[in-house]
């Protein structure tokens, strides 16, 4: 079956320009990640969806960051004025998420191939 | 707080040779432990899993390891490394099944023929 996808693989965009990256998670997972990956930091947590709610935000970096997930599927996180520190590659997982699903494998995070973000 | 420590940011061995890629964590709670793989240009990709059941865990391409409570530690294993493994290994920790993973800083295998 189709993974995690992830659109655009990769962007170039000027300082202060807004960007938004696309995720498509796997049919039927209820939990939505978003991560960041960047030389400086590795890979560093950004935003939990349950569902179309997200219950941890904890770790957007700024308030230019935001995310949001509807019908339960597709979700876009957007940069509002892009500095050049948010260069990275952003990588989106999904899991079941569901308690007591079986197969026992409701933890695991599947992640796509990411999107490479270059701001100059 | 959970942290993930990842000793030794490059390991080289020659093809053929144990590969051994040490992790220690640190949890208030009992850990899901987890290691993931990342080839060049593409997303991470799920080698074993830890989640409180066998201590020893096998996972994908002949690469295991072992859950060591004592030591805090999952290290990861491969008898005989061939030349496909070359990539980066990142150790992660959730506190349960649902939530973020904290990764280690990676460490990237190098094998040599």
């Known amino acids: 079956g189709a993974g995690v996808s992830q659109s655009p693989s990769n962007k170039v965009t000027e300082k202060g320009k807004d960007v938004e990256l696309r995720c498509d998670p796997i049919?039927?997972?209820?939990?939505l990640y978003w991560y960041r990956q960047s030389l400086g930091q590795g890979l560093e947590f950004l935003i939990y969806?349950?569902?179309?709610?997200?219950?941890?935000k904890s770790g957007l970096p700024s308030d230019r960051f935001s995310a949001e997930r509807t019908g339960g599927s597709v979700s876009t996180l957007t940069i509002q004025r892009t500095q050049q520190e948010d260069s990275a590659v952003y990588l989106c997982?999904?899991?079941?998420?569901?308690?007591?699903?079986?197969?026992?494998?409701?933890?695991?995070?599947?992640f796509g191939p990411g999107t490479r973000l270059l701001v100059l | 707080a959970q942290s993930v420590t990842q000793l030794g940011s490059h390991v080289s061995v020659s093809e053929g040779a144990l590969v051994l890629l040490r992790c220690n964590y640190s949890?208030?709670?009992?850990?899901?432990l987890f290691w993931y793989v990342q080839y060049p240009n593409q997303g991470l990709q799920l080698l074993l899993k830890?989640?409180?059941?066998?201590?020893l865990v096998k996972g994908i391409n002949g690469f295991e390891a072992e859950f060591k409570k004592s030591e805090t530690s999952f290290h990861l294993t491969k008898p005989s490394a061939h030349m496909s493994d070359a990539a980066e290994y990142f150790c992660?920790?959730?506190?349960?099944?649902?939530?973020?993973?904290?990764f280690g800083t990676g460490t990237r295998l190098l094998v040599s023929p």
């Open positions: 997982a999904s899991s079941l998420g569901v308690v007591g699903t079986s197969g026992g494998d409701q933890e695991t995070q599947y």
């Open positions: 049919s039927g997972h209820t939990a």
């Open positions: 992660a920790v959730s506190h349960t099944g649902f939530q973020k993973l904290v």
């Open positions: 969806f349950q569902g179309n709610s997200a219950p941890d």
């Open positions: 949890s208030s709670v009992p850990p899901y």
């Open positions: 830890y989640t409180s059941a066998a201590t």
